[in-house]
């Protein structure tokens, strides 16, 4: 896989939506990607005391949200590991996989980025893969600015034309605005918990899968869900 371009684009899904499909799409296109690749979180390190929906069901969202669409496709490499899935590792494991001719894109919020540096190992993530980070609105690029030099190293410089910041050694980071959909998975959670429609949020095979394996159910005045335990469908 020489000279390929691959975008990873990482989340808890929990469960995908139009918000995180449309920025996919942006930066697929924007970056000419030969493949972008969903990978959901195992177990996402950030979240160790919310229980998620299993990682089975929020892989099939996945899977159900990018089918059809050419280019698009899905790992559950994070699904195989265990502990915690930290960043690192399947930039780690990509890297091998596809060796050093492809280029890695790794595909992540502004609030996700913001919190780096408390990630696992978080230098190395600056040599393993171009990071895209998504802007929402109201987001300067320059506001990237103090947390790179501080956190990262003082050598990332902004170059306007290439909305990107770029480094002697490290790799570049990316800031890419993308079309401002206020849709978030906790949002669409609480909808669902509270029983109303979250139809037009996310694709209706997800919704469908959401329906038939209730998950997210109706939470009764009790604090439990109808039908199942609170803790299973949060
Ligand atoms: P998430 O909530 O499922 O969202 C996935 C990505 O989509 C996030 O980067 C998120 O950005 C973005 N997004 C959500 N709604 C959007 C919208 N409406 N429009 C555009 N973009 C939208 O995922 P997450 O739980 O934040 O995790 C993100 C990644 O960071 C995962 O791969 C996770 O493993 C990784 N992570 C790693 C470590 C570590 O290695 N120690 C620690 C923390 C996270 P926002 O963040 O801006 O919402």
New binding site residues.
Partial sequence: MTGSRLGL??????P?????L??AEEVAEGFRLSRLLF?P?GQ????PHRPVVEFEHRLAMVRLASAGRPGFGVSDV?GHRRG?????D?LGFFQKAWGPAATLYF???????L?VA???D?RRLFTLAHLVV?S?PGTDPLDLEPLLKAMVSVDYAWYEGERAFFHPRLLPVHYRP????????SAIRRRAHRGESIRYLIPDPVREYIDNNRLYQPIGPDGLSFGRGKEENV
């Fill in positions: 684009m990482g989340g808890t899904f929990n995908i939506h139009f918000g995180h449309r920025a990978v979180s996402p390190p950030h979240k994070e915690p899935s930290y960043t690192v399947t595909i992540v919020g502004l609030d996700a980025f919190d408390s990630w696992r978080y998504i929402r993308v079309a401002p959909l206020d849709i978030s998975s």
